[in-house]
């Protein structure tokens, strides 16, 4: 069962969306996304219809990203475990509300141009962590009894 956050378990995540028609619905996509969680840091490629590319990368190089999603962990465990209970989140556990009730936002970027890419692109990247519902998820750090 794969930790989050690792590269393992992107991959996993990946090894869910590769070919998936549903994603193929929402139309191309060609975007780079980073993920930051605590200390970790991981880029995420999607070309055409595909996921092409995971890797963990220095938190330095998130700015080479189109854009990264960053909150605490909480956030990402809470997100997680809602989409693993009902295949995709609730109104309150999705990318764009999480992004939205955030004051300083959720995804981030130093060239709005980039950024925009969050918001063109927002389904397939939805898509891609709703698929996380498909697989088993150990969280690296342990949740609160």
């Given amino acids: 069962m794969p930790k989050f956050p690792s590269v393992e378990w ?7 969306v590769s070919g998936d028609e549903r994603l193929r619905k929402l139309g191309t996509c060609d975007a780079v996304m980073g993920v930051k969680v605590l200390d970790q840091a991981f880029e995420i490629t999607f070309e055409a219809f595909d996921c092409t ?10 700015a080479k990203t189109d854009f990264y999603l960053d909150a605490p962990y909480e956030t990402w465990q809470e997100m997680l475990a809602d989409i693993k209970e009902h295949g995709k989140p609730d109104r309150q556990h999705t990318l764009n509300t999480i992004d939205f009730l955030d004051p300083e936002g959720f995804a981030k ?3 709005q141009s980039k950024k925009d890419s969050f918001y063109r692109y927002g389904q397939t990247f939805q898509q891609f962590f709703n698929a996380s519902s498909e697989i088993e998820t150990e969280f690296a750090v342990p949740q609160p009894a």
């Fill in 10 to 16: 992107f991959e996993a995540v990946r090894d869910v």
């Fill in 109 to 111: 970027s130093d060239d």
């Fill in 53 to 62: 590319g995971v890797r963990e990368i220095p938190a330095a190089e998130l």
